[in-house]
């Protein structure tokens, strides 16, 4: 078999027999991997901790036939504090089923897809509040949708192309973005938002964190208005917005 090495970050695991576990990754070199952890549910294992969901690993992975077989693992980061506060946790799982969900084999755009989700888990974890891991959420829905070929548009109209200047405009998740008052007649199902939401909406797609202080009530907003263009984009139903209404 031929060997090859990558980074990783583990989505999501199954049980394979009684000691081996598949574990889906996403890499930076790769995209979507999916590897057999061989004995990794024995106490003794070597591997341990570094198959956990969401933790990140230096990896050596021998090529099979099937399965990839993952031969040595160097933890990068556990992300630890993920694992400390309910909110964050969910935030951080949230965004790990978008990367399972969207994510492709042999993407050409891992690299970037792999940094912005490693710095997302990042920033979540070192959040020091439950607005700034919602922050660094929206921001990664942002930039993941972007790299995917799916981007808002939040400077001009979706419909005619008139730059954005006045209010009285409104999101549309079906359209891709903003839309001018003149065009929002046409829109079936046409959200209010104002400049304040755009501005959350454009600073958080450029800054890791807030400059100023943004209340929850703008961040819950521009959480679930994004919710809908996301889902509107899945092909199938996500389940961690719903336990994020329920939790956080």
């Known amino acids: 078999m031929t060997n090859y090495k ?9 049980n394979l027999g009684e000691a081996d576990k598949i574990i889906v990754m996403y890499s930076r ?7 057999v952890a061989k004995g990794v549910k024995k106490p003794a294992s070597k591997l341990g901790g570094r198959m956990l969901m969401l933790a990140s690993n230096k990896l050596l992975i021998a090529k099979g036939k099937k399965l990839d077989v993952v031969c040595q693992a160097e933890l990068i980061d556990s992300f630890k504090e993920l694992r400390q506060n309910v909110a964050k946790l969910t935030y951080a799982i949230y965004c790990a089923e978008l990367v399972n969900t969207f994510g492709l084999e042999n993407d050409t755009n891992s690299s970037k897809i792999y940094e912005i989700f490693f710095d997302s ?24 949708m972007n790299l ?3 981007a808002v548009e939040l400077n001009h109209c979706v419909k005619c ?5 006045k209010d009285g405009f409104t999101f549309s998740a079906e359209a891709g973005g903003i839309v001018c008052r003149n ?24 800054f890791d964190f807030p400059e100023n202080i943004v209340d929850q009530t703008s961040l819950d907003y521009c959480f679930r208005v994004l919710k809908e263009y996301v889902a509107l984009r899945s092909h199938k ?10 939790l956080c």
């Open 161 to 165: 192309n008139e730059l954005i200047q």
């Open 237 to 246: 139903k996500l389940k961690t917005p719903e336990l994020i209404e329920c």
């Open 183 to 206: 065009c929002s007649s046409s829109i079936r199902e046409a959200i209010e938002i104002d400049h304040d939401i755009l501005k959350v909406f454009k600073d958080a797609a450029n």
């Open 29 to 35: 070199d790769h995209g979507i991997i999916r590897c």
């Open 6 to 14: 990558t980074q990783a970050i583990n989505l999501k695991s199954y």
């Open 121 to 144: 888990l990042k920033n979540i974890s070192l959040s020091l509040n439950t607005g700034e891991a919602l922050w660094a959420t929206i921001r990664f829905k942002l930039v993941f």
């Open 148 to 150: 995917l070929g799916y």
